[in-house]
């Protein structure tokens, strides 16, 4: 294929370029940086939104009217009018036609077209043909100056993704360089069935003008097939050597509890789950090998996670190394610190806590007992891994409701967690003493999540990581009977509440989500509580909020705990993690503003005891689709697998996942979920790629995943 048979004589080319890019072409540096890409190499895969066939002529008097048409005439006149307003009114003449006569209009024109569009110049004009004053006429058709041996393009022409001050013509120019100088062979051998990487490549960017327009415009053609094969091949691959070189780390192999397991589950009123068992197991499989484990727990709201992290955690204990167990939010470290003490002091192990509240004098001791190993457990959030905090010999990290963290986040606590390990950050003057000299080892790594992932996502964006998943509730769990009630009804949903309380249970009523701001968001937890508290004065009434000081939140969650209050009224904090049995009944004021996730976290704050559960939602009317389409899906649905799915139809892989936070698409052709025969055979080919071709690998990595290779690991 030659490459470049496309590039216009661009002398000829006028049409569609700015004044600027007229006196001074843009480099291809230029475009591709305009664009978003760090090389000019990296244009190859810009691939055109949708095409335009200047393939033919129309002859002028077969143009209708409303036909969007490529014409070929002769200007006759053309004159400056300043009415309506100033324009450059052009009459051709296609002679070829009986003569036909056409007026087209520039609205913006520079001085260097009025010379060029006189009289005796033969152009062409791409546009839709409008009934006009004096006949068919175009406004602002795409045009170019050409002569009568001007050969026509033999492919469609190509219409790319743009942005702001850069025109097709440029990028069009830049991308035809980058396809004349890059080497498109195909590094790997070309799968079955497939085209070559440059055939794909040039029917992508020059269809023939037989291809079918809409096929390629909805990526169904085997040259789309072929680039969403290769970039899911990319990823494939590049998980692949990741779980590589995961393996060729080292671990401390915890293989033994000694004892602590049998007299921690002693201790339970409860027996396991068959479903925690097998999760516990495999993690334990994990721990007895000398490389980093790198498991995702994943579970619904209330299927038992933090005790299988518990025992999770004994192994290190026993070995006497230490654990760290991290979570999102203060109000969650707390209740995992809780269990964490409840269920292993008795064991005589040392748990201590520490927060960015955390100050002063317990803050310097949790510090020191860290350091010198006297703590053996740490709980808190990502306090924990600030650069204050040397641990003395850690050898198991915790992170709970990992989704909870940014992309970006779980990539600096990898790092910090190997840092860690290795002793890096260990002040110099704290003595290594311990018979485990941690350095060169990097910690086991256990990450927990309520929030589900598809397993054709799982495969394809955390393919590094290995999955359990709790698929049962302990036993004696009710059901949570979900209502959504139109916000005009809320006082008979107070009544309701009133009754509620004062038969004895305990409910949550669950303020506003005002993402703006925190301060909006507490006014508005504040409002509904001076209401609550006014409508209801014969209830104990609480508020626990974010912006609450860490002992006052606390105090706040143990009266709550204790009974002493019928109704706590709270902002999003308690989604996670807080664990009141007797709280069976919540009030979610404006439902329709929260994520599917974030209500199916909330609502797993109540069904937790034997009580009958409900949860209200209250909405404010009118609803837009998305808010009505959530609310009968977290109405319809109690299971966090199913809502998850759901979440993901409606929004798409890359906001599901977190994705857009970080800033970067992680795919930018393929759809691990429509595409999932193409990534199925991706994986299956990457790991035969990498035994027979290594260097060809290296080479289609570099073509595809040129940075950001780093995301595809956490
Ligand atoms: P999540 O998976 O949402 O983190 P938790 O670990 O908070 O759930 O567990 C929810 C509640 O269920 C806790 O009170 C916990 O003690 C209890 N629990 C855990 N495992 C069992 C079990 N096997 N039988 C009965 N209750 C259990
Ligand atoms: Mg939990």
Same mark, same amino acid.
């Given at each position: 294929?030659?490459?470049?048979?496309?590039?216009?004589?661009?002398?000829?080319?006028?049409?569609?370029?700015?004044?600027?890019?007229?006196?001074?072409?843009?480099?291809?540096?230029?475009?591709?940086?305009?664009?978003?890409?760090?090389?000019?190499?990296?244009?190859?895969?810009?691939?055109?939104?949708?095409?335009?066939?200047?393939?033919?002529?129309?002859?002028?008097?077969?143009?209708?009217?409303?036909?969007?048409?490529?014409?070929?005439?002769?200007?006759?006149?053309?004159?400056?009018?300043?009415?309506?307003?100033?324009?450059?009114?052009?009459?051709?003449?296609?002679?070829?036609?009986?003569?036909?006569?056409?007026?087209?209009?520039?609205?913006?024109?520079?001085?260097?077209?009025?010379?060029?569009?006189?009289?005796?110049?033969?152009?062409?004009?791409?546009?839709?043909?409008?009934?006009?004053?004096?006949?068919?006429?175009?406004?602002?058709?795409?045009?170019?100056?050409?002569?009568?041996?001007?050969?026509?393009?033999?492919?469609?022409?190509?219409?790319?993704?743009?942005?702001?001050?850069?025109?097709?013509?440029?990028?069009?120019?830049?991308?035809?360089?980058?396809?004349?100088?890059?080497?498109?062979?195909?590094?790997?051998?070309?799968?079955?069935?497939?085209?070559?990487?440059?055939?794909?490549?040039?029917?992508?960017?020059?269809?023939?003008?037989?291809?079918?327009?809409?096929?390629?415009?909805?990526?169904?053609?085997?040259?789309?097939?072929?680039?969403?094969?290769?970039?899911?091949?990319?990823?494939?691959?590049?998980?692949?050597?990741?779980?590589?070189?995961?393996?060729?780390?080292?671990?401390?192999?915890?293989?033994?509890?000694?004892?602590?397991?049998?007299?921690?589950?002693?201790?339970?009123?409860?027996?396991?789950?068959?479903?925690?068992?097998?999760?516990?197991?495999?993690?334990?499989?994990?721990?007895?090998?000398?490389?980093?484990?790198?498991?995702?727990?994943?579970?619904?709201?209330?299927?038992?996670?933090?005790?299988?992290?518990?025992?999770?955690?004994?192994?290190?204990?026993?070995?006497?190394?230490?654990?760290?167990?991290?979570?999102?939010?203060?109000?969650?470290?707390?209740?995992?610190?809780?269990?964490?003490?409840?269920?292993?002091?008795?064991?005589?192990?040392?748990?201590?806590?520490?927060?960015?509240?955390?100050?002063?004098?317990?803050?310097?001791?949790?510090?020191?007992?860290?350091?010198?190993?006297?703590?053996?457990?740490?709980?808190?959030?990502?306090?924990?891994?600030?650069?204050?905090?040397?641990?003395?010999?850690?050898?198991?990290?915790?992170?709970?409701?990992?989704?909870?963290?940014?992309?970006?986040?779980?990539?600096?606590?990898?790092?910090?967690?190997?840092?860690?390990?290795?002793?890096?950050?260990?002040?110099?003057?704290?003595?290594?003493?311990?018979?485990?000299?941690?350095?060169? $080892?990097?910690?086991?790594?256990?990450?927990?999540?309520?929030?589900?992932?598809?397993?054709?996502?799982?495969?394809?964006?955390?393919?590094?990581?290995?999955?359990?998943?709790?698929?049962?509730?302990?036993?004696?769990?009710?059901?949570?009977?979900?209502?959504?009630?139109?916000?005009?009804?809320?006082?008979?949903?107070?009544?309701?509440?009133?009754?509620?309380?004062?038969?004895?249970?305990?409910?949550?009523?669950?303020?506003?989500?005002?993402?703006?701001?925190?301060?909006?968001?507490?006014?508005?937890?504040?409002?509904?509580?001076?209401?609550?508290?006014?409508?209801?004065?014969?209830?104990?009434?609480?508020?626990?909020?974010?912006?609450?000081?860490?002992?006052?939140?606390?105090?706040?969650?143990?009266?709550?705990?204790?009974?002493?209050?019928?109704?706590?009224?709270?902002?999003?904090?308690?989604?996670?993690?807080?664990?009141?049995?007797?709280?069976? $009944?919540?009030?979610?004021?404006?439902?329709?503003?929260?994520?599917?996730?974030?209500?199916?976290?909330?609502?797993?704050?109540?069904?937790?005891?034997?009580?009958?559960?409900?949860?209200?939602?209250?909405?404010?009317?009118?609803?837009?689709?998305?808010?009505?389409?959530?609310?009968?899906?977290?109405?319809?649905?109690?299971?966090?697998?199913?809502?998850?799915?759901?979440?993901?139809?409606?929004?798409?892989?890359?906001?599901?996942?977190?994705?857009?936070?970080?800033?970067?698409?992680?795919?930018?052709?393929?759809?691990?979920?429509?595409?999932?025969?193409?990534?199925?055979?991706?994986?299956?080919?990457?790991?035969?790629?990498?035994?027979?071709?290594?260097?060809?690998?290296?080479?289609?990595?570099?073509?595809?995943?040129?940075?950001?290779?780093?995301?595809?690991?956490?």
């Amino acid at each position: 294929m030659t490459a470049n048979s496309n590039i216009r004589n661009p002398k000829s080319e006028i049409r569609n370029r700015t004044k600027s890019e007229i006196r001074n072409p843009k480099s291809e540096i230029e475009v591709a940086h305009k664009l978003g890409y760090a090389s000019p190499a990296d244009l190859i895969l810009h691939l055109p939104l949708r095409y335009e066939d200047e393939t033919r002529i129309t002859p002028l008097r077969d143009a209708r009217l409303g036909d969007t048409v490529q014409i070929e005439g002769v200007v006759e006149h053309s004159e400056i009018q300043n009415r309506p307003r100033r324009q450059l009114v052009v009459q051709v003449v296609d002679a070829a036609s009986d003569n036909a006569r056409l007026v087209f209009r520039l609205l913006h024109f520079y001085p260097s077209q009025v010379a060029l569009l006189k009289p005796g110049t033969r152009v062409r004009l791409m546009g839709e043909v409008r009934p006009g004053f004096f006949g068919a006429e175009m406004v602002h058709p795409q045009f170019r100056v050409v002569r009568e041996t001007t050969p026509l393009p033999d492919t469609l022409t190509p219409i790319y993704p743009a942005v702001a001050a850069l025109s097709q013509y440029a990028i069009r120019r830049a991308v035809e360089s980058a396809l004349s100088e890059a080497d498109l062979g195909d590094p790997l051998p070309i799968p079955a069935g497939f085209p070559s990487f440059a055939e794909a490549l040039h029917s992508l960017h020059h269809p023939s003008p037989d291809a079918r327009q809409e096929a390629l415009e909805s990526h169904d053609t085997p040259a789309w097939r072929r680039l969403k094969f290769d970039e899911l091949l990319a990823q494939q691959l590049s998980l692949r050597l990741a779980a590589r070189q995961r393996l060729a780390l080292r671990a401390l192999p915890l293989p033994d509890d000694g004892g602590l397991q049998e007299r921690l589950l002693a201790a339970l009123p409860f027996a396991m789950t068959a479903a925690q068992q097998r999760a516990l197991r495999e993690i334990r499989d994990d721990l007895a090998r000398p490389h980093p484990m790198n498991r995702l727990l994943q579970g619904d709201v209330g299927s038992g996670k933090t005790l299988v992290a518990a025992l999770a955690i004994l192994p290190a204990l026993a070995a006497g190394t230490q654990a760290a167990v991290m979570a999102p939010t203060e109000i969650l470290a707390e209740q995992l610190f809780l269990k964490f003490q409840e269920w292993l002091q008795p064991l005589g192990i040392e748990v201590a806590w520490l927060a960015a509240a955390l100050k002063g004098k317990a803050k310097k001791a949790a510090i020191a007992g860290i350091a010198d190993g006297s703590v053996r457990v740490a709980v808190g959030t990502h306090a924990l891994f600030q650069n204050d905090v040397s641990f003395h010999n850690l050898a198991l990290v915790v992170v709970d409701e990992q989704h909870r963290f940014g992309v970006a986040q779980r990539l600096a606590l990898r790092a910090k967690g190997a840092q860690v390990a290795s002793g890096e950050s260990r002040v110099a003057s704290t003595p290594i003493d311990s018979p485990l000299a941690t350095r060169d $080892l990097q910690p086991h790594l256990l990450m927990m999540s309520a929030t589900p992932i598809p397993r054709s996502l799982a495969m394809s964006y955390y393919a590094d990581l290995d999955v359990s998943v709790i698929d049962e509730l302990p036993p004696g769990r009710t059901p949570i009977a979900t209502r959504t009630i139109n916000a005009n009804r809320r006082d008979e949903v107070i009544a309701r509440l009133r009754e509620y309380c004062l038969s004895g249970a305990q409910a949550y009523w669950v303020c506003p989500l005002v993402e703006e701001s925190d301060k909006l968001q507490l006014r508005a937890a504040e409002e509904s509580h001076a209401e609550l508290v006014a409508l209801l004065p014969e209830l104990n009434i609480g508020l626990v909020h974010g912006r609450m000081k860490s002992e006052a939140k606390a105090a706040v969650m143990s009266a709550f705990k204790a009974g002493e209050l019928h109704l706590l009224v709270a902002t999003t904090v308690i989604e996670v993690g807080v664990d009141v049995a007797n709280a069976a $009944l919540m009030v979610i004021e404006h439902a329709e503003r929260y994520g599917l996730a974030q209500l199916h976290q909330l609502r797993g704050r109540v069904g937790r005891g034997a009580r009958e559960s409900s949860c209200v939602l209250l909405y404010e009317t009118p609803l837009s689709d998305t808010a009505r389409q959530r609310l009968k899906i977290i109405h319809d649905h109690n299971d966090g697998f199913a809502i998850a799915r759901a979440d993901l139809q409606l929004r798409g892989p890359g906001e599901f996942l977190g994705a857009r936070q970080s800033g970067q698409q992680l795919l930018r052709f393929a759809d691990p979920l429509a595409d999932n025969d193409l990534l199925e055979q991706a994986r299956d080919a990457a790991a035969d790629l990498l035994e027979q071709h290594p260097q060809g690998v290296q080479r289609h990595l570099v073509r595809w995943l040129p940075r950001g290779l780093d995301l595809f690991r956490v």
